[in-house]
């Protein structure tokens, strides 16, 4: 038996002097843990996934190339946020170069 605590961001509002709220494109700014691996969906593995499949698109529009050996919808690219926090300055690192999937992209 397990207790499920879960709040949400609108609790807050309550307890702020003003709220400010603005627009994001979902697949790059959200990415929900909310069950346990093996759930149908808002697990650590699918936000994991989201998080590779964001920064192969960074990867491509940098310049990059992409290979795989597995379905590219299973896998992708990490790259650390020491090289890049939002997927800028990523050119020099990318361009022309090809990345083998899953791989790592770091300092």
Avoid at 43 to 64: E, F, I, K, Y
Wanted: aromatic share 12%; charged share 20%.
């Amino acid at each position: 038996m397990g207790l499920k605590l879960e709040q949400f961001i609108f609790d807050a509002f309550a307890y702020a002097p003003s709220t400010a709220l603005f627009e994001v494109l979902r697949e790059e700014e959200f990415a929900p843990v909310k069950n346990a691996n093996g759930a149908s969906h808002d697990t650590p593995d699918s936000a994991r996934l989201m998080l590779l499949r964001l920064h192969s698109r960074w990867v491509v529009a940098a310049g990059g190339f992409l290979t795989h050996s597995v379905p590219l919808y299973l896998t992708g690219v990490e790259i650390s946020p020491l090289c890049s926090y939002a997927g800028e300055n990523l050119e020099a690192m990318c361009r022309g170069r090809t990345f083998h999937a899953p791989c790592e992209i770091a300092f």
